[in-house]
């Protein structure tokens, strides 16, 4: 069977299974998908044309903005039943049926992208009870598997089966029931802004969606973590500065009284000195005036009798007397 490829030319950015720490956000083992080059000489800022690799059945269309962006999805038949998702377009052609190598829709960059690529997403999938069952549903890309498993299954089958009739006949009760559920499933879609039509909206765009929203409040949880170690070690440092600013204002208590003893003990000294000092000076006032005094009574021995006619002994027996005469005083 011939297949066309949804990007002409078609050049691989990305492949199935790579970067898996990047979507462990959205749930994913790793990208669920192949992410195509759009950006060429003729469409520098990566619109271009989305092509139906086979005649394709239109599924559903929607806008997840943390995600996918502006999305699509188309049924195609081979061996198998395939799903394929159509992502981060920037217009969708209204459609229920495209044949191949027909337009579909216009790529872009919208959603969670870094750059204006493709990206394209496979699944098989089965009609169970007039609803369809994606297969593997839990091998951690939620039922995605490598396009390369399309391509090839395509390419070497020479089948030619009718693409299934997805109208479904239900009774009224049940009827009922599904339109109750499905007004919950509206508020539900609405309250998570997941899209701005609920009956697009699959059960695989909320789980993407809720993934997302577990891994924001992982990173949350751990930023609390961190925000609140970071304020236990502030709190320890705050304690033990209060600590150190009250060993400071004893340390300095300390030695302010250290200082006033140290300046009442030098005040005392002070007044001892000048104790003593007057003292000295005391004393060398009573040498000088019995200088003096002295000075005055070896005058009158002078006056008394000449020098020559007294002998050392004679002068000293007057001194004698004069001294007694002072202390007498």
Same mark, same amino acid.
């Given at each position: 069977?011939?297949?066309?490829?949804?990007?002409?030319?078609?050049?691989?950015?990305?492949?199935?299974?790579?970067?898996?720490?990047?979507?462990?956000?959205?749930?994913?083992?790793?990208?669920?998908?192949?992410?195509?080059?759009?950006?060429?000489?003729?469409?520098?800022?990566?619109?271009?044309?989305?092509?139906?690799?086979?005649?394709?059945?239109?599924?559903?269309?929607?806008?997840?903005?943390?995600?996918?962006?502006?999305?699509?999805?188309?049924?195609?038949?081979?061996?198998?039943?395939?799903?394929?998702?159509?992502?981060?377009?920037?217009?969708?052609? !209204?459609?229920?049926?495209?044949?191949?190598?027909?337009?579909?829709?216009?790529?872009?960059?919208?959603?969670?992208?870094?750059?204006?690529?493709?990206?394209?997403?496979?699944?098989?999938?089965?009609?169970?009870?007039?609803?369809?069952?994606?297969?593997?549903?839990?091998?951690?890309?939620?039922?995605?598997?490598?396009?390369?498993?399309?391509?090839?299954?395509?390419?070497?089958?020479?089948?030619?089966?009718?693409?299934?009739?997805?109208?479904?006949?239900?009774?009224?009760? @049940?009827?009922?029931?599904?339109?109750?559920?499905?007004?919950?499933?509206?508020?539900?879609? %609405?309250? @998570?802004?997941?899209?701005?039509?609920?009956?697009?909206?699959?059960?695989?765009?909320?789980?993407?969606?809720?993934?997302?929203?577990?891994?924001?409040?992982?990173?949350?949880?751990?930023?609390?973590?961190? !925000?609140?170690?970071?304020?236990?070690?502030?709190?320890?440092?705050?304690?033990?500065?209060?600590?150190?600013?009250?060993?400071?204002?004893? @340390?300095?208590?300390?030695?302010?009284?250290?200082?006033?003893?140290?300046?009442?003990?030098?005040?005392?000294?002070?007044?001892?000195?000048? %104790?003593?000092?007057?003292?000295?000076?005391?004393?060398?006032?009573?040498?000088?005036? !019995?200088?003096?005094?002295?000075?005055?009574?070896?005058?009158?021995?002078?006056?008394?009798?000449?020098?020559?006619?007294?002998?050392?002994?004679?002068?000293?027996?007057?001194?004698?007397?004069?001294?007694?005469?002072?202390?007498?005083?």
């Amino acid at each position: 069977m011939k297949l066309l490829l949804p990007i002409d030319p078609f050049q691989l950015t990305q492949e199935f299974g790579e970067n898996p720490n990047m979507y462990k956000k959205f749930g994913l083992k790793a990208h669920n998908g192949w992410d195509i080059k759009t950006k060429y000489p003729d469409t520098p800022v990566g619109q271009r044309y989305i092509i139906a690799p086979q005649n394709v059945q239109f599924y559903k269309q929607s806008i997840d903005p943390p995600g996918y962006g502006i999305y699509f999805e188309v049924i195609t038949k081979a061996k198998s039943l395939w799903k394929h998702t159509f992502a981060h377009c920037h217009s969708i052609e !209204t459609f229920t049926e495209k044949k191949q190598g027909e337009s579909m829709a216009i790529s872009d960059n919208t959603g969670n992208s870094t750059g204006a690529h493709l990206h394209w997403t496979v699944k098989k999938i089965k009609i169970l009870n007039s609803q369809h069952e994606v297969q593997d549903y839990n091998n951690g890309y939620f039922g995605a598997v490598n396009p390369q498993e399309y391509v090839d299954e395509v390419r070497n089958y020479n089948g030619t089966q009718p693409m299934p009739n997805t109208n479904i006949t239900i009774e009224g009760s @049940l009827y009922e029931k599904l339109v109750g559920n499905s007004t919950k499933w509206d508020e539900m879609v %609405k309250y @998570l802004e997941i899209s701005s039509d609920p009956a697009s909206t699959s059960f695989e765009d909320v789980q993407r969606v809720v993934a997302g929203l577990k891994s924001r409040i992982t990173d949350i949880q751990t930023q609390l973590g961190n !925000t609140q170690a970071e304020l236990e070690n502030r709190m320890e440092q705050v304690s033990r500065l209060k600590e150190q600013v009250l060993n400071n204002d004893k @340390l300095r208590g300390e030695l302010i009284q250290k200082l006033s003893d140290t300046v009442s003990e030098q005040q005392g000294m002070v007044g001892v000195y000048e %104790k003593r000092l007057k003292e000295i000076q005391g004393g060398l006032e009573a040498i000088a005036r !019995t200088k003096g005094e002295l000075n005055k009574a070896l005058l009158e021995c002078k006056s008394q009798s000449t020098i020559e006619q007294l002998t050392i002994a004679d002068v000293l027996v007057l001194l004698f007397n004069k001294l007694k005469q002072i202390k007498l005083k």
